[in-house]
């Protein structure tokens, strides 16, 4: 069973970089959900939080499966102060470009000196 589920994994994963063979990087969202603040989920139920951080991280789990580089890196922050970024994805073994252009859109969109206002949980 363990065999199978990994041998599906693998075909997967080479469909998904067959079909983003075109492309040298792709930019996707890194999370499916706005920054979430500490604490903002501490009440929920095990299932419920775990199914909700299953669907917040839903952009990164493929690409864990095909090997391919990825970065996430931070472009500004949203209306409420929280930080907000982009997910890089590169062709495999290619971080150079993936890197390459990591540094240019940081170098557009400079964070560094940039904090978000600290909160306490509600």
Known sequence: MYLRAVMQMQACA??????????????????L??????????NLRPAKAFEKIVNWVAPSPPFNATGQPAIAIPTGFAPNGLPVGVQLIGRPADEATLISLAAQIEATRPWQQHRPAIDSPK
């Open 14 to 31: 080479r469909k998904i970089v067959t079909k983003l063979d075109p492309f040298d990087v792709l930019v996707l969202t890194p999370y």
């Open 33 to 42: 959900h706005h920054t979430i603040r500490v604490g903002e989920w501490a």
